[in-house]
């Protein structure tokens, strides 16, 4: 079995209307999200091994708050231009490409792709909000695999979750 961390990037910043939308960063709310939603996670019990993420500026920013919160646990982060998509199909692509010997993956991107894809794969939900967290159980040993008819979901959180 493998499990799958899936991240909505943090809310981004629109101060400056020349900036190219790759080079957005997070903005006030974004960081704050970010480090609050990566403090929650760091108590799960079976943390990632590898964190993929977009080569946006706003999801790399989101995935290195994951990494630190997640020291001295050996977390490798990398980035791949193919998660900077609106294509749900293309994040399969690239979760179905992860070497099998990774077991728990983190992959941080964008909407509408994440929406998409866990709707695709049974979380019911209109909206993944800004620094959203889903986790799948994946039973399959090859990411190859990975599909809707292998998955359950087993968790969703996000920064409002429990401002109520």
């Known amino acids: 079995m493998k499990l799958l961390y899936i991240v909505r990037h943090a809310k981004s910043?629109?101060?400056?209307?020349?900036?190219?939308d790759h080079d957005r960063p997070l903005n006030e709310r974004g960081l704050k999200n970010a480090a609050e939603m990566a403090g929650r996670f760091a108590a799960w019990q079976a943390l990632p091994q590898r964190i993929l993420c977009s080569t946006a500026e706003r999801?790399?920013?989101?995935?290195?708050?994951?990494e630190q919160?997640?020291?001295?646990?050996?977390t490798e982060l990398a980035t791949t231009v193919?998660?900077?998509t609106d294509s749900a199909h293309e994040v399969v692509s690239i979760i179905q490409s992860v070497p099998d010997e990774?077991?728990?993956l983190?992959?941080?991107c964008h909407n509408p792709a994440i929406n998409e894809l866990v709707v695709r794969l049974g979380l019911k939900t209109d909206n993944?909000?800004?620094c959203g967290l889903v986790v799948f159980a994946i039973?399959?040993?090859?990411?190859?695999a990975f599909g809707p008819e292998n998955c359950q979901l087993l968790y969703f959180d996000y920064p409002k979750r429990l401002a109520h």
Do not use: C, I, N
Request: without cysteine; proline residues 10%.
């Open 13 to 20: 910043s629109w101060d400056d209307p020349e900036l190219d």
């Open 59 to 66: 999801a790399f920013q989101t995935a290195q708050f994951f």
């Open 69 to 74: 919160a997640l020291h001295p646990h050996p």
């Open 82 to 84: 193919g998660l900077y």
């Open 102 to 104: 990774v077991e728990r």
């Open 106 to 108: 983190m992959v941080v």
């Open 128 to 130: 993944v909000p800004t």
């Open 139 to 144: 039973e399959a040993e090859k990411w190859e």
